[in-house]
């Protein structure tokens, strides 16, 4: 059968009935190691469990599909998605990233990868002529975050990857902010896709993940030699957490969006918040490539606090139902303060992280109850 609907998809792709009892769930496969019918003949195309297994398997072919990719690797967690993408450069390449990509990023590109000869460079890579003064006669590949973490820049996919391919370079979009549900980066020409599937995909707080969606054939050969060799892949039940997480994506990131949407009218008004930072604000730089490339503007809102830090640190810990903690994109919402938190490994460094600024993901709570909850918040910052 024939899958268009996105939905559809999210809930039918990889997860066929169990063919010998008819489950409707997959059965979850704990095993590691799987029988050969002779030496080096498999059964079903697993031997060992770091190499393949079918929970994961599944869970590759659905996220995926929702990419509409024809390959997809899951991985151990986004950063172990991103250092498989970065070990395809070779040792003397150089990479462009986001001036303010996730610190997580940051800190394995600064402190890892460079440490083994690879150069890197930090700009706007939504300023061409920035991306331009950057650009070496090694750059092998420009890394988009859209929209960033925290700041919520917003990067055009399509004038980017573009810009990439024409110097013989790959793009890579980081589309953990937006999810597939809102942003399809392969579609506008990128030519790697990576999730932090413990946010949005995964949506509930209770998984570890990363994954890699592509379409070219020799890419994907080394990177599934890669997950394979070096072995930072997820196991059966985080898989499986994330099959089932996977499946609401669709109405979940509606109500993420109406939730954000009207938080983002409040902070608008309050005496207290300097500057909002959301793609769907008319006013915001990257509004219209929002508008163009995004189905929505996504659950997750950036703002300033008038009195800098410590007023921020106030509202950030005054908080009841936005609960003072990392990550983002599950179903409780949730507030930090990124110079402090996400993103310290960044300070001091040219992606330093305003002080004055706090991160929030809106959750799919009742909206009256968040609003007036910030509200309240804000209202101690004074």
């Known amino acids: 059968m024939t899958m268009s609907g996105f939905e559809t998809k999210a809930i039918h792709a990889g997860q066929e009935p169990d063919p010998t009892t008819g489950a409707v769930v997959p059965p979850i496969s704990i095993s590691t190691t799987f029988v050969q ?15 393949g297994n079918p929970t994961r398997t599944a869970l590759e072919t659905q996220i995926a599909a929702l990419e509409d990719a024809k390959h997809g690797y899951s991985f151990a967690s986004g950063l172990a998605a991103e250092d498989c993408i970065l070990r395809l450069l070779e040792p003397d390449s150089h990479l462009v990233i986001p001036h303010d990509a996730y610190g997580g990023t940051f800190r394995l590109v600064d402190k890892v990868h460079a440490r083994q000869a690879m150069a890197y460079t930090a700009v706007d890579v939504h300023d061409l002529d920035a991306l331009a003064a950057a650009w070496q006669d090694n750059t092998r590949m420009v890394w988009v975050e859209t929209p960033t973490n925290p700041t919520l820049s917003v990067v055009d996919i399509e004038t980017v990857a573009a810009f990439a391919h024409a110097r013989n370079a790959l793009c890579v979009v980081d589309n953990t902010f937006a999810s597939p549900y809102l942003q399809q980066p392969m579609a506008l020409g990128a030519d790697m896709v990576i999730h932090a599937v413990t946010k949005y995909l995964g949506g509930h707080s209770d998984v570890i993940g990363g994954f890699v969606a592509l379409d070219n054939d020799d890419i994907a050969e080394r990177i599934g030699f890669l997950q ?14 994330t099959l089932r997480g996977v499946k609401t994506l669709a109405v979940r990131m509606e109500r993420h969006c109406d939730n954000a949407e009207a938080i983002v009218v409040m902070l608008s008004d309050h005496p207290a918040v300097e500057t909002v930072l959301y793609p769907g604000l008319a006013t915001h730089p990257g509004h219209d490539v929002a508008t163009k490339q995004m189905r929505r503007y996504g659950g997750m809102v950036s703002f300033t606090v008038r009195g800098g830090e410590e007023a921020a640190l106030r509202v950030a810990q005054s908080t009841k139902l936005f609960t003072l903690g990392e990550s983002l994109g599950a179903v409780e919402s949730l507030i930090e303060h990124p110079a402090r938190m996400t993103h310290a490994s960044a300070a001091n460094s040219p992606l330093e992280v305003d ?13 009256d109850d968040l609003v007036a909850d910030l509200r309240s918040a804000l209202d101690t910052a004074g």
């Open 228 to 241: 394979n060799a070096v072995g930072a892949v997820p196991g059966p039940m985080d898989c499986y957490l």
């Open 355 to 367: 002080p004055a600024l706090l991160r929030i993901s809106v959750g799919i709570e009742t909206v």
């Open 37 to 51: 019918d002779k030496v080096g003949v498999l059964r079903a195309s697993y031997d060992y469990a770091r190499s």
